[in-house]
């Protein structure tokens, strides 16, 4: 018999038997200390000293810190974007940052931050309504029309990321200030929502809640947050939820507004696959819409199976959720997901175009590729890596982070793209920007950077007690499941207040050897499990050393390199050097008809700028390099004090004149050959130059 | 001094001095006779047996036929497809099925089409109000809202086929019953739109009715019909010619309709490139939106500068509508045209995506490539061969007659495409269908054949009046450009009544010989020139027999080899052998990422279908040929007593599994080779089978 414990170190909260055990990341990154000079370690400084405070100052000048003592501000009277007023996302950045800034407190204290914060919470708390409701818009701007619009008006998109801003809050500060008012919000939502009758059938036009609520629920147990989640994602999609109708018609009719009236997001009247309520998702065969809403969505799904199957709460029907899961995550990743980690081509809808619709550029046919969208994938990867520890979740996550996101965020921490094209073009050349009017994304690549410990790895302790015919014998164990490599310490303690700690130092993402230590007391009957990622694009190449033994064993299951707890005994000291670090060219799958070749080494894509290769004029559309003529180069290099691979290959670019409609097809001439210089696509934008970049080249 | 005079040999109607000259392709096509078994001959003879009675019948079960009778019919209640109702075009579907019913008449009496015509105009004329108004939709369905949508409601390209009905009708049966009903309403027109004060600034949502009107100001010397058109033409897109506003966003809130409130056909609110009135024409950089829109629109500005160019109604800004003209066909031609002669990648406006963008499928980014638009292009061509004799219009318009166009009818000329993509797909196979609920394609075909002389050749012939220090001397000259080839006979006669005619023989387009009798009076003054298309395909490749000398030159201007009126006084019997039938492989252009390969042969554009090549299970997205290392065979075929040259063959399927995302690029592997075999696409999807095809395939 065994019983499945999870360790629960720093909660403050619920502790009786309705305390439901934790899922992740929210439970191991306060554990993970980084050190060393590793570009992950660099980027949280640079956030922690650069980044939390610029985006303070912005909140500050564009009024969104003193929003909630609900004074007016001119930009509520801005009607450009209807039916999206300028100031609706103002809630969710508040608490995006603020989330972000705690996740960094509690690694370090920072004065300036901290007041922030409190400020805030105050004027969150002196802002919510008697009976629990709290909105900027509806309090503020159209008092009397709340949710009137859940379709369109992120009402409850706002009211998630509150509460996750509280639950980090509580975790830090150690108060129900802020978790308390968030509390009553929810309450008065699942007052209003739910199945009972008067309730609507409603759910939110932008998913995030879901997931914000199961947060929620695993902090303080509350059954009504669990409850609420779970009827938002198993109503979505009903197609005559609300008085036999699709609740977003039901509600627009009730708007009075007309079916041909719609956002422009929307292509056609009544497109509801752009927010994922086209049908139920367990019917949902392909991932459709809004990326960064699928994402989400697809998260606080995984969050609801991660509950089932940690026994907190049953699911009857956990098998088909899963599947759905499988499903959505096998189409993004296999047809609809670019070599960067980023997901959506289509600008109109922020979102996912038809399968193997994969342009690189917006005048090639489209690329959207939200910085958001990746965060929301790793999330969704994060949580997948939980029900089933299979390394192609972890392969997908290790490729938004070091590319899409990492590569979101200059290198001073003060310019941020929101879109992440894999070529610029006259119309949209390769830069960055302060701040966006709807600036989701900035605050949210903080705030994955502070809780990135949590994508790092993941533990569990078990309790076994093994009744051997009559003799019982208890013993603890302990399991770590590393999918991330970098220098970072994670640190925990048992239920029985045993300390364990695996700290691993490593140049990844440069080279491929990693030195692991793990510390626990000695001689006692903990059993310690490390399991190992094996990336894919390493094709299996590693070296384990010690090695294993038949007294020792180490077996390799779904892509993780299992350390039994003998090995650990045996070799609380190990490293593993895992291969691939050779460059490699990458290719998008054939049916996108991209036929293009990417120069990668390890984890990290490349891409070929202006700076670097001068004489280029019109975004590299010409260019051509041979994966098999020509051999690459590394090179050192170092910029700003942070060390980079670049490479060095040979290239030509072709002459595309002389065609003409219905005339020969002509050889593809070799027009100029070039020496090439490629550097992380994480790392353009950084050095000036013209803004001409491209990371997939013509194959011969 | 020279005076040009134009042939006018039918019409009757003015003949005083405001009397234009006439234009084309209405100058030519009732001149020609076609002869032989040429494909176009056969097309033709399929259409006048099989097609238009076909249409007739469906005419009168659909509905359509009786609809001037002014009895309600229940598709009237039905709003499926807002703000277009089904029965919209009803005016137009009979006004071109009887234009192009009486195009057949004039070649040959069928009483059941002559009695139908005869049957439909008199419900026309019947249902005209006192006023002159006459629109299906606004005089039962929604009486009393007349020009309350002139954007989206086709009045007035209900209108504009009415008139080229009407000029058919009277050009034919030599009366003006129908005539004057178009006229009528054409002047009620002009007193309602227009600049002067208390006119409305409008022009309509989609064009056509501009080149109508110009046919009519042709046909009648109207010259309201002319001012009408220009306005409408000038008006076009202007920001704010309605009381300071756009005249669409004017109607738009007097209809009480909000922004956001469009069309599904409007991707944005107010996306007015979607019929071309998003700026003045003039302005227009690129040729966007609704593909049969900008082809109709451009058509009609054409019209506008070919009566500039002749005389007969000077315009100031001619230079300026020649290079907008010259700019929009140049975007097309090189930037936004199929290998096919179709155009329009987007399904959702029925039109053209950004430069270079041209899936061949649906499921491939988009494809849609309507029938109607390369009908469109071709009337475009012709006008534009009419301004400056340059073969590349002629080209583009054989392309779309022998591809496109040629193969939206089955060759049993009772089933269509709307749609005719390169490529099928699941979703869409290769297949064709009787009608459509809009059914502007089938008549619009019939049309097209039916005026077909119109575009095979120009004529035109002038008084030369030579003042040689005061020996005045007259004599006159024909001068004939062939555009196409084909079996047929152009004949007509001069101001002074000499009887002209130029008969050519060949069996193009499978072979390029082509033999031509010049017939004409002996020993007159008469001097003639002839022109001779040299088609780019053949790379300036030809034979002419005899051959030019000095003293009977022939020499290449602009891709027609002109041939003097020394020669043809010499050599009234001629042949011309053009090069270029050997089977070769097209390429779409480098830009548009399609790195395929296409058989062609002549002008005529090849496929594969899964009838010739059963082992196909998935529209031929995998195979490959080389252009290089195979030799490609004839086949001559038959197939329902017409000839066709078939090609063969190899090439070989690619395999495509073992992807993965971020793994290292594979070298495409051979997988089985194929002998294959390829058809025209024209004569794709008439034996049957599972409807898979596909133009272009994989270069290796």
């Known amino acids: ?118 400020h805030i919470v105050d004027t969150i708390r002196s802002a919510q309504r008697e009976d629990g409701y709290l909105n900027l818009h509806y309090i503020l701007v159209e008092p009397g029309k709340r949710w009137t619009n859940i379709r369109d008006m992120h009402e409850m998109y706002n009211a998630g990321h509150l509460i996750e801003a509280a639950i980090a809050h509580h975790d830090h500060y150690k108060t129900d200030d802020f978790l308390s008012v968030v509390t009553k919000y929810v309450h008065l939502l699942h007052a209003n929502f739910g199945p009972g009758p008067g309730q609507r059938k409603a759910y939110p036009g932008h998913p995030e ?26 109503e979505r999609g009903n197609p005559t939820g609300q008085d036999g109708q699709h609740y977003y018609d039901w509600e627009m009719v009730r708007r009075g507004e007309e079916e041909h009236k719609r956002p422009n997001s929307y292509p056609m009247s009544r ?53 759905a899961l499988h499903r959505l995550w096998d189409n993004m990743t296999t047809k609809k997901m670019y070599l960067t ?21 917006p005048d090639e046919g489209g690329c959207y590729a939200e910085t958001c969208a990746s965060i ?34 200059s290198r001073a921490g003060k310019a941020f793209t929101y879109e992440n094209y894999l070529a610029s073009c006259s119309g949209h050349l390769s830069r960055r920007e302060e701040w966006f009017e709807c600036s989701c994304c900035p605050p949210n690549v903080s705030r994955l950077f502070g809780s990135l410990g949590g994508y790092i790895w993941h533990f569990r302790t078990n309790d076994e007690i093994s009744d051997d015919g009559g003799h ?5 164990s302990a399991h770590i499941n590393v999918h991330l490599y970098t220098s970072a310490k994670l640190e925990f303690k048992t239920p029985r207040g045993r300390t364990v700690s695996l700290e691993q130092k490593t140049n990844w993402p440069w080279e491929g050897n990693v030195m692991f230590t793990l510390t626990q007391p000695r001689a006692t009957s903990l059993r310690t499990t490390v399991r190992l990622r094996i990336p894919s694009w390493s094709r299996g190449a590693y070296v384990l050393t010690p090695s294993a033994s038949p007294e020792t064993p180490a077996a390799l299951e779904k892509g993780y390199l299992v350390l039994s707890s003998e090995y650990i005994a045996a070799n609380p000291s ?20 991209q036929r293009t070749l990417t120069l990668a080494r390890g984890p990290i894509v490349y891409c070929v700028e202006d700076v670097d290769n001068g004489w280029e004029e019109d975004h590299f559309k010409d260019l051509v390099v041979d994966d098999k003529a020509l051999p690459v180069a590394e090179e050192e290099r170092e910029w700003g004090g942070e060390r980079y691979v670049a490479l060095r290959a040979r290239g030509w670019t072709r002459n595309v004149g002389g065609w003409e409609l219905g005339g020969r097809a002509q050889d593809e001439e070799k027009g100029v ?9 994480y790392f353009r934008g950084n050095r000036g130059g013209k803004g001409h970049m491209r990371v997939g080249l013509l194959r011969p």
Chains 1, 2 share one sequence.
């Open 376 to 409: 929301g994938a790793m999330m969704l990867a994060e949580r997948l890596l939980y029900l089933e520890l299979d390394s192609r979740y972890a392969d997908v996550m290790e490729l938004c982070l070091y590319n899409t996101v990492m590569g979101s965020m």
């Open 341 to 361: 980690g980023s997901i959506g081509a289509m600008a109109q809808w922020e979102g996912f175009g038809i399968d193997y619709f994969l342009p690189q550029a």
């Open 472 to 476: 019982v014998e208890e013993e603890e």
């Open 574 to 593: 190990f490293s593993l050097a895992i291969g691939g670090f050779e460059p490699r060219f990458i290719a998008p799958h054939p049916r996108t008809n």
């Open 271 to 323: 497109d509801y696959w752009y927010c994922q309520a086209h049908k139920p998702i367990l019917e949902q065969e392909s991932i459709e819409g809004h990326a960064v809403r699928a994402t989400y969505l697809l998260t606080g799904v995984a969050d609801l199976v991660c509950l089932h199957k940690d026994g907190t709460q049953p699911l009857a029907d956990a098998e088909e959720w899963t599947a």
């Open 1 to 118: 018999m065994r019983v499945d414990l999870e360790l629960s170190s720093r909660e403050p909260g619920p502790r009786d038997s309705d305390k439901p055990r934790e899922t992740n990341p929210q439970s191991t990154f306060t554990h993970t200390t980084f050190n060393g000079q590793s570009i992950l370690a660099a980027t949280r400084n640079i956030i922690s000293k650069n980044t939390l405070q610029f985006q303070l100052g912005l909140l500050k000048s564009t009024g969104r810190y003193d929003c909630f003592k609900l004074k007016w501000h001119p930009i509520y009277d801005d009607h450009r974007f209807w039916p999206v007023p300028p100031h609706l996302f103002w809630d969710s950045d508040l608490a995006k940052w603020m989330e972000a800034a705690i996740y960094f407190l509690s690694h370090q204290y920072d004065a300036e931050l901290d007041q922030a914060v409190k």
């Open 209 to 234: 809640i879901e997931l914000a609520l199961l947060r929620l629920y695993k902090t303080t147990g509350d059954v009504k947050a669990y409850e609420l989640a779970r009827f938002f994602l198993a």
């Open 673 to 681: 050959e070039r020496d090439l210089v490629f550097v992380p696509y």
